[in-house]
């Protein structure tokens, strides 16, 4: 289902009819949302009960062309999309009630 994160980015939400095993945020590749990542995550959801939410590279912006979409990559900030990614994580803990990994989208998960 197509959702709005607090950002105002639309996100594709898919959740499984029972339990989810794990929560996983996806970012489309340049083409952004579109039928493609609507059935990954739906499959995604169905076939390995997954709580899965995809979302959009390019809120709001009209780029018709792949050359239009490569062109605004140097455009993209990154403080929005690792707030998108935090909110599209806190909406599978409300919706799924999916743990989350690490609170901070910056903290490391590794050594390096």
Same mark, same amino acid.
């Given at each position: 289902?197509?959702? &709005? ?6 996100? &594709? ?24 990542? =609507? ?7 169905? &076939?390995?009960?997954?709580? =899965?939410?995809?979302? &959009? ?7 018709? =062309? ?8 140097? =455009? ?37």
């Amino acid at each position: 289902m197509r959702v &709005e994160l607090p950002s105002g980015t639309p996100a &594709e939400l898919a959740l499984p009819d029972g339990p989810s095993a794990r929560g996983v945020v996806v970012f489309p590749d340049i083409f952004g949302l579109r039928p493609l990542f =609507t059935d990954m995550v739906a499959r995604l959801a169905a &076939e390995r009960s997954w709580a =899965t939410v995809a979302v &959009e590279l390019f809120p709001g912006r009209s780029l018709a =062309t792949v050359d239009d979409r490569f062109a605004a990559v140097p =455009t993209l900030l990154d403080d929005r999309l690792l707030g998108d990614a935090a909110a599209a994580a806190d909406l599978l803990v409300e919706r799924a009630g999916v743990g989350r990994i690490a609170t901070d989208p910056l903290a490391p998960r590794w050594p390096a």
